[in-house]
């Protein structure tokens, strides 16, 4: 059979559909992302030598016009869309320091985790005190998903995290680190617990690393956590506005936009311009017009909007909320890409983080 090479654009249209609409794989296994925080329910794929997470766990992706074949001898995949062939994918084979475990028997996955082709992410953390409450919670939150699986352990000490990150930078050329966090206090709301880790990590390894929390109350953790060790920071708004933000995620909208916004007019001058992000969910209700509204704002204040496809996960109470259509996704990404080419301002320029990464969006694509 003839098979078509996925070009450039092409690719970056697949990503955009296939982020938006999910893919089915089968009985074929391998290593996927069920539950927990970060991008779940999802599997990576490398699409025209791009890797990326692709939802493989929804209810969406199990009705995808997308299907993959079982790998072949090369250990390539056919994408297929409808019964019509696109091309060869690949699925990533499982990190080497996933075989490792520490002294009292961890194994390395329930710490840190691949993401993407050669990020290292952690969730420090993993609760979040409003996690336990339906009226406080973010509702497509699903950190405690994994911990109740059994999948990863509740508190990563920053020996463990050393320990891993040194052991995936040697094994497997790790570039870049995230540790994200569980909110556990609502003063420095993970800040602490960063810094504490971070110092750790950057001991132990040259390996540069992004932190993620939400806004701490004093802003002077911005420049504790640059002199810990981390590169750059992430604080994430999640919706654009304010209304969606208390209807989706009622706790940490009490943490208001404006006040995200002058979190990142104190966190610029320390961490240096693009090397703050955000994490918007186009999807949640926000339109392309609000979302790009904001953009403007978040990249004049030298911020990284990296906008993400919302991706209902299973057992959450949006399990049930649509995906954004890939129409969407492209009415906001083309004009984002647009705007970053004109600031200068990106992925590749970041040096640690999820906009570095890329995989959970094809947002990069587009600021070509």
Same mark, same amino acid.
């Given at each position: 059979?003839?098979?078509?090479?996925?070009?450039?654009?092409?690719?970056?249209?697949?990503?955009?559909?296939?982020?938006?609409?999910?893919?089915?794989?089968?009985?074929?296994?391998?290593?996927?992302?069920?539950?927990?925080?970060?991008?779940?329910?999802?599997?990576?794929?490398?699409?025209?030598?791009?890797?990326?997470?692709?939802?493989?766990?929804?209810?969406?992706?199990?009705?995808?016009?997308?299907?993959?074949?079982?790998?072949?001898?090369?250990?390539?995949?056919?994408?297929?869309?409808?019964?019509?062939?696109?091309?060869?994918?690949?699925?990533?084979?499982?990190?080497?320091?996933?075989?490792?475990?520490?002294?009292?028997?961890?194994?390395?996955?329930?710490?840190?985790?691949?993401?993407?082709?050669?990020?290292?992410?952690?969730?420090?953390?993993?609760?979040?005190?409003?996690?336990?409450?339906?009226?406080?919670?973010?509702?497509?939150?699903?950190?405690?998903?994994?911990?109740?699986?059994?999948?990863?352990?509740?508190?990563?000490?920053?020996?463990? =995290? #050393?320990?891993?990150?040194? @052991?995936?930078?040697?094994?497997?050329? +790790?570039?870049?680190? &995230?540790?994200?966090? /569980? *909110? %556990?206090?609502?003063?420095?709301?993970?800040?602490?617990?960063?810094?504490?880790?971070?110092?750790?990590?950057?001991?132990?390894?040259?390996?540069?690393?992004?932190?993620?929390?939400?806004?701490?109350?004093?802003?002077?953790?911005?420049?504790?956590?640059?002199?810990?060790?981390?590169?750059?920071?992430?604080?994430?708004?999640?919706?654009?506005?304010?209304?969606?933000?208390?209807?989706?995620?009622?706790?940490?909208?009490?943490?208001?936009?404006?006040?995200?916004?002058?979190?990142?007019?104190?966190?610029?001058?320390?961490?240096?311009?693009?090397?703050?992000?955000?994490?918007?969910?186009?999807?949640?209700?926000?339109?392309?017009?609000?979302?790009?509204? =904001? #953009?403007?704002?978040?990249? @004049?204040?030298?911020?990284?909007?990296? +906008?993400?496809?919302? &991706?209902?996960?299973? /057992? *959450? %109470?949006?399990?049930?909320?649509?995906?954004?259509?890939?129409?969407?996704?492209?009415?906001?990404?083309?004009?984002?890409?647009?705007?970053?080419?004109?600031?200068?301002?990106?992925?590749?320029?970041?040096?640690?983080?999820?906009?570095?990464?890329?995989?959970?969006?094809?947002?990069?694509?587009?600021?070509?």
């Amino acid at each position: 059979m003839n098979v078509p090479t996925i070009g450039t654009v092409a690719g970056r249209q697949l990503i955009t559909d296939l982020q938006s609409l999910g893919l089915q794989i089968g009985e074929q296994g391998g290593v996927t992302r069920k539950g927990g925080a970060g991008p779940s329910d999802h599997k990576a794929v490398t699409i025209a030598g791009q890797t990326v997470m692709v939802p493989v766990h929804t209810a969406d992706a199990r009705r995808s016009p997308f299907q993959a074949s079982v790998p072949s001898a090369d250990g390539s995949s056919l994408l297929v869309r409808d019964g019509q062939a696109l091309g060869r994918i690949r699925f990533p084979a499982p990190p080497r320091f996933y075989g490792l475990a520490t002294a009292e028997g961890i194994p390395y996955w329930k710490i840190a985790l691949l993401h993407g082709r050669d990020t290292l992410a952690t969730t420090v953390h993993q609760t979040c005190i409003r996690y336990a409450e339906r009226r406080t919670s973010c509702q497509f939150c699903a950190i405690g998903q994994s911990l109740d699986a059994g999948r990863t352990i509740a508190y990563k000490t920053p020996a463990q =995290l #050393a320990e891993v990150a040194k @052991a995936a930078v040697e094994l497997d050329h +790790v570039r870049d680190m &995230v540790l994200t966090t /569980g *909110t %556990p206090n609502i003063v420095d709301r993970g800040a602490a617990v960063l810094a504490e880790s971070a110092r750790a990590i950057r001991d132990a390894v040259d390996l540069p690393l992004q932190v993620q929390c939400e806004p701490p109350r004093d802003h002077a953790w911005f420049g504790r956590l640059r002199d810990a060790g981390a590169d750059s920071l992430g604080m994430h708004l999640e919706a654009a506005t304010q209304a969606v933000r208390e209807r989706i995620m009622p706790g940490k909208a009490t943490v208001s936009v404006e006040r995200y916004l002058a979190a990142f007019a104190s966190a610029v001058p320390v961490f240096g311009r693009g090397q703050v992000n955000t994490y918007l969910l186009a999807g949640l209700g926000d339109t392309a017009d609000e979302i790009l509204a =904001l #953009a403007r704002r978040l990249i @004049a204040l030298g911020v990284y909007p990296f +906008v993400v496809p919302f &991706v209902p996960i299973s /057992g *959450t %109470p949006l399990e049930n909320h649509a995906p954004p259509s890939p129409d969407f996704m492209k009415s906001i990404l083309a004009p984002l890409g647009g705007m970053l080419r004109e600031a200068n301002m990106k992925s590749t320029d970041i040096r640690a983080g999820c906009g570095r990464c890329g995989a959970c969006s094809s947002l990069s694509a587009y600021e070509r």
